[in-house]
């Protein structure tokens, strides 16, 4: 089976980009919990955390500490749940390692419900974060 999330890093599948460096590779969730909510991925492929290397997490956790201030900055949040389902029976659906940044307003319930926007919102969300990665 090909990757869902390879595919997407290399430009076969469409997403909605929000940045990438020479290892990671930032983009929307197509069905987010909250506006703004962004997957990170290695740009190499691993099924999940534990079978990638030490060098790859740091990495990923790095780009969280890139871009999630500009996430929050973008759709006018005041924090974000960071999330990972690791394994099947964490809920794991894409075995391609990613971590998720759902972003939070204060006061707004933190619900776990995918929604499912417009491609026009989700593009527009994109170009508010791009924007405020400078
Ligand atoms: P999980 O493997 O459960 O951590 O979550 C996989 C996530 O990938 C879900 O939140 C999906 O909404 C998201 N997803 C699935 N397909 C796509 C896609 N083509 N583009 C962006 N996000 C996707
Ligand atoms: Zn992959």
């Known amino acids: 089976m090909p990757c869902l999330f390879c595919a997407i890093v290399s430009g076969e599948i469409p997403c909605q ?12 969730d197509i069905g ?3 506006e703004g909510h962004t997957l990170i991925v290695p740009k190499t492929h691993a099924d999940n955390l ?7 997490a740091q990495q990923l956790m790095a780009t969280v500490y890139r871009i999630a201030p500009a996430i929050l900055k ?4 005041d924090g974000y749940n960071l999330g990972m389902n690791h394994g099947e029976a964490a809920g794991q659906d894409v075995f391609h390692t990613h971590l998720h940044i759902m ?7 933190r619900v776990f419900t995918k929604t499912h926007p417009s491609p026009e919102l989700l593009a527009a969300t994109a170009a508010a974060i791009r924007e405020a990665l400078g």
């Open 17 to 28: 980009k929000v940045y990438e460096d020479a290892s990671t590779f930032a983009f929307l």
């Open 32 to 34: 987010p919990v909250s």
């Open 50 to 56: 534990a079978s990638g290397s030490a060098e790859t």
């Open 74 to 77: 973008a759709v006018g949040a």
């Open 103 to 109: 972003p939070r307003k204060v006061g707004v319930p």
